[in-house]
């Protein structure tokens, strides 16, 4: 992904003419050159690819093409790429990766506690930007049901998980709190299912990185840490217990 050189505002969407093809990315960014460049590189590599210059833009484009994957950089005009992630995540669990600005680490944290999944940092090689995309894509096949498939009951996996009033269906990725249907995204869930896969044991970040985001540790443990916040905020606090300079475990 080239340098970031800001171009006037394109308030068209640019949709891949080719024909449909799996999977769907949505790739906003107001900069044309990265926006065509990076649109050119999806293709390339197999990917159905819609583009947008604005957040708005971006925001109708989602709710019309129901995409498998979004992109979005963080300076955004109209609505910025966070607060485009925030309105997504209103009604969506689709995979959301964040382009960043190099070192800018409160983008990166912002991004991630607005719901996105995983995030990269300009420049970026194309190898590098697909490689974040299809490790996505692998864990959103994990999707669990959401609340509007409700049925009132627990799924009929053959393997249902117990920590409490939490219940793991493995089968049927569902999970319930007091009854309920908790709806995660496709990286939390796998976050969940790795922690349950060995529940009272220490599990560190880098073994996380590794695991559910596919990641050779870096240093940057920062996507672990937010997304353990909202795991905790959906099945309850006292589940995750933080070990001070080891890791995360789960309560047995």
Known sequence: MPTVRRARPDTRADVCPDGPAEPHILFVEDDEVIRNTVRIALQRYGF???TAADGLTGLELFRETRPDLLVLDVML???????????????SLVPILMVT?????????????????????????????VARIRSLLRRASFAP?????????????????????????????????????????????????VFAASPGVVLERRTLLRQVW????????RVVDLHVKRLRAKIGAHRID???GFG???RR
């Open 242 to 244: 933080t070990v001070r």
């Open 248 to 250: 995360y475990k789960l």
């Open 214 to 221: 596919d990641h050779a540790w870096d240093g940057d443990t």
């Open 48 to 50: 159905t690819v819609s």
């Open 145 to 193: 049901a959401g609340p509007a498939a409700d049925s009132g009951g627990p799924a009929t996996g053959e393997e249902v998980l117990r920590f409490g009033d939490l219940t793991i269906d493995t089968d049927g990725m569902e999970v319930r709190r007091a009854g309920e249907i908790t709806a995660l995204t496709p990286t939390e869930l796998r976050l969940l299912l």
């Open 101 to 129: 600005a190099r070192g800018d680490d409160l983008d990166i944290i912002s991004g991630l506690e607005a719901g996105a999944d995983d995030y990269v940092v300009k420049p970026c090689e194309s190898a590098v930007l």
């Open 77 to 91: 005009p109209e609505l910025d790429g966070i607060g485009l992630c925030r309105r997504i995540r209103e009604s």
